[in-house]
């Protein structure tokens, strides 16, 4: 199985042959994939080194030149140590100046499993979604990674795309909505999970353990800055309840507040419920199974989880 992080390269080193304007900053990350475009674009490659801050600020001076830049870092770092960069930079700057500068973040949730807390990505969808006028992007599969290079550089502005870490499938069989802000992957007619990022595996494997008993539709929030409310409250019409599904903190900001937000502008008075990690750092040492089983977030307890909600 191939990476986000490789195919996103790939197709962004096509679009750098024909378009001159993009730059692509490291913060001393590699990728098997960068190795080509490196040697391809010497004068549009940097490497800044271990220094995420000194990044965003080089992307975004080379953005405020005219350049569309891609800045690419570990996700929990490029993310938390950057936020005054990102606010200042890039949302605050982008009201009187087009910024366009799109933020890589590598390790996506807990990608980064046996690596522990300081490295495990829980916060970036909240703190995102705190900045005004900067686009989030959680892709699921490889062709929606591949096709976020067109997006990105269509839509302009600044944008950060949270990346898995480790191989991913290559399609959910549906292509990205990006004007909805995200995609039905599996129809059902009783409730709905909405799950971003690699949660949509397990989301989907919760609703194919219910299907003998209930027929549950699966959403891919593939946006998290904003979703189409009409279009989110149409999908959702008439279901007993909504579950949303994160590998991130519950109750923070992030893709549980985006739904519920949602819910509210399409006036849809519904049971919301939320399934992610607890508010508190975890230690627990193994692999993203283990860590998604311990903290209740794998399919099986998901299931387990919505077939209680039916009954409440």
């Keep these: 199985?191939?990476?986000?992080?490789?195919?996103?390269?790939?197709?962004?080193?096509?679009r750098m042959r024909v378009?001159?304007?993009?730059?692509?900053?490291?913060?001393?990350?590699?990728?098997?994939?960068?190795?080509?475009?490196?040697r391809e674009f010497p004068a549009r490659f940097i490497n800044v080194g271990i220094a995420e801050q000194s990044c965003i600020n080089t992307a975004a001076g080379l953005a405020l030149e005219g350049f569309n830049v891609f800045a690419y870092g570990i996700a929990p770092f490029i993310s938390m140590r950057?936020?005054?960069?990102?606010?200042?930079?890039?949302?605050?700057?982008?009201?009187?100046?087009?910024?366009?500068?799109?933020?890589?973040?590598l390790g996506a949730g807990l990608s980064y499993?046996?690596?522990?807390?300081?490295?495990?990505?829980?916060?970036?969808?909240?703190?995102?979604?705190?900045?005004?006028?900067i686009a989030v992007y959680s892709p699921s599969s490889l062709d929606h990674a591949r096709s976020l290079v067109d997006q990105v550089l269509g839509h302009g502005g600044p944008g950060y795309v949270r990346l898995?870490?480790?191989?991913?499938?290559?399609?959910?069989?549906?292509?990205?909505?990006?004007?909805?802000?995200?995609?039905?992957?599996?129809?059902?007619s009783d409730a709905t999970i909405v799950a971003t990022g690699f949660m949509v595996n397990n989301a989907l494997d919760a609703a194919r353990e219910l299907e003998s008993v209930r027929s549950v539709q699966v959403i891919d929030a593939h946006r998290l800055?904003?979703?189409?409310?009409?279009?989110?409250?149409?999908?959702?019409?008439?279901?007993?309840?909504?579950?949303?599904?994160?590998?991130?903190?519950?109750?923070?900001?992030?893709?549980?507040?985006?739904?519920?937000?949602?819910?509210?502008?399409?006036?849809?008075?519904?049971?919301?419920?939320?399934?992610?990690?607890?508010?508190?750092?975890n230690y627990s040492n193994g692999d993203r199974a283990?860590?998604?089983?311990?903290?209740?977030?794998?399919?099986?307890?998901?299931?387990?989880?919505?077939?209680?909600?039916f009954g409440e």
């Design 82 to 105: 950057c936020f005054e960069q990102c606010r200042v930079n890039l949302s605050l700057t982008n009201v009187v100046r087009r910024v366009n500068l799109t933020i890589l973040g």
């Design 225 to 281: 800055d904003r979703l189409d409310q009409e279009t989110f409250g149409a999908s959702v019409a008439g279901h007993a309840f909504v579950l949303t599904l994160e590998e991130a903190f519950i109750g923070c900001g992030g893709l549980d507040a985006l739904v519920a937000y949602t819910l509210e502008l399409a006036g849809q008075d519904m049971r919301l419920r939320r399934m992610g990690m607890p508010r508190s750092y």
């Design 164 to 188: 898995e870490g480790k191989p991913a499938i290559e399609s959910h069989g549906v292509s990205p909505d990006f004007a909805a802000g995200f995609s039905v992957v599996r129809p059902g």
């Design 19 to 38: 378009d001159d304007s993009i730059f692509f900053l490291s913060a001393d990350l590699g990728a098997p994939a960068l190795d080509r475009l490196r």
């Design 113 to 133: 499993d046996i690596s522990g807390p300081s490295h495990h990505c829980l916060e970036d969808i909240s703190i995102f979604r705190t900045l005004p006028g």
């Design 1 to 14: 199985m191939n990476t986000m992080r490789d195919v996103l390269i790939s197709a962004l080193c096509d």
């Design 290 to 309: 283990y860590l998604h089983a311990v903290n209740g977030i794998d399919a099986q307890s998901v299931a387990r989880a919505a077939l209680g909600f």
